[in-house]
């Protein structure tokens, strides 16, 4: 009997992945420090270069500032691209967390019925390909001017792709895992919650990864029609004026918000998915 | 291989579990029309460790599917105590092991494992952790407890499924190949666990596989089944002693018992059809 009480076998016992999920996350952070090296040096070396050409040619200024000039009118009025670049930021988020709402709570419907889908679907697709450059002037126009019409582009942009995504990730339930929770009688809620949406995750973060860029974009397209606040109303006025260094400076402050808002998203998307295969190797930007 | 007088009253005087009455399945409709099993007459009893074997596209697993109300059969029916397995279902009789596991991976072992008890809505709050300690134990996972399925080997992810099926406290333990995807090695290990695991639980075990050797290690009878349609060519009885102790597979008698399912099958082959 002792024999057949024996622990499991040796080639049993190993795990495959030992670490934590935490230890990991640090790794991923150094990992992430080493791999912006090259790119840094790289856009670096870029920038010099374009200085050097630009001060050796002497191109007027309003057509191309040089990186020096830009920098000095980004540091010089710091609190001015900070103001609007969080009045942007703000619109961005907002619109993107109005729109993951609803189309959260629309792939939910989509999922449970067919008829519904059938409905909801072709409309969520009408409203995809119509270009939301089109629409911008029609909500300024509805909505006023203050941050609320910025942020209805912004989630009008982002509803598609996170609704398809997670709507996708609703019905994509291992097959499996299914017979199992009905084989113990599992109640709906049950499914709902504890099989269906957790296999959703993935393909939400997924669905994020486009969302959030696009999220920023939509605010910047309101901010070109009504000229009062953020980095949208900021280009608009600079373009006016051909106030290079000003145009830039919005510009780069853009691409800052771009890139953390997309880092911040595949951080939160390493801590909830660290079970995930897509988070046992590679790249998370 | 005829039963023994003795062994035959034992037979009759136990309650049959599971009647399989003129049980006949069919995929697709039309031209497309696929027979899957034909008429399945059999018994199996209670406590009975019963193996279904046969080669790839028999039938097999639809049997055990709608064993388990996880499909409906176009013809005849299948009784389980009385009750159909729409009732046993929702009686909760039922535990299964799949090839897959099929364990959520944002769950540790433990959360896998007392998802059983989750989905109960009866089962009481202050067992569950004691038994999902217990049965983490009795899988031979002790130390794994607060590991997460992509941290675990193919062998330890069906010990985690086992204990979960299990924590259901299962009447009909389901078996769909369940070590189908583990090597050779772990394989037998596996068999002789279950058989340990089993031995202490009054638990009737239908068990699906492939394997000639893992059919003769671990069961009471063998179902051997031909290939499409399904049908019963032969009920084979084991009588190994039990417990049934490791390198049993070494015997005379074990190799006995292969070679005569080896004919059996061989004998079901069928001529392929020319189309």
Redesign the interface.
Known sequence: MSLLQSKPAQNDTMPVGGSSPQSRHFANLSRFARRGFFPIITLAAVGALWEVIVRVSGVAEYLVPTPSAVWSRLTGDLGYFLFHGLITLYESLGGFAMGTVVAVVAAGVMAHSRLLERTVYPIALLIKVTPIVAIAPLFVIWFGFGSFPKMMIAALITFFPVMVNTFIGLRSVNPTTMDFFRLLDAGQAHVLFKLRVPSALPYLFAAFRIAVPLSVIGAVVGEWFTGDRGLGSVIIVAHHNIDMPTLFSAIAVLACIGLGLTGITALIERRVLFWHDSQQSGPGL | MGRGDWEQSVVENRKPHVTFRGLTHEYGNGDARVTALTDIDLEIYEGEFVSIIGPSGCGKTTLL?IV???LTPTHGTVRIDHATPYEA??Q?L???V?Q?A?L???RTAAENVS??F????DADGDDKNRDVDELLDTV??GG?HD???????G??KQ?VALARALA?RPRIL?MDEPFGSL?E??RP?MG??L??IWEGRPTTVLFVTHSIVEAVMLSDRVIVLSPRPGEIVDVVDIELSR?R??FIEESQEFADYTALMRGLLKGARREPLAV
């Open positions: 599917r388990g109300d996880l279902r929702h909760r039922f535990g299964a799949f897959d099929a959520l991976p944002w998802l059983s989750e989905l109960n809505r031979g996972l794994f590991s997460y399925p992509y941290q675990l080997s062998g330890m010990r259901a389901l090597d090695i772990t290990d002789y666990e058989l340990r417990p102790l490791q």
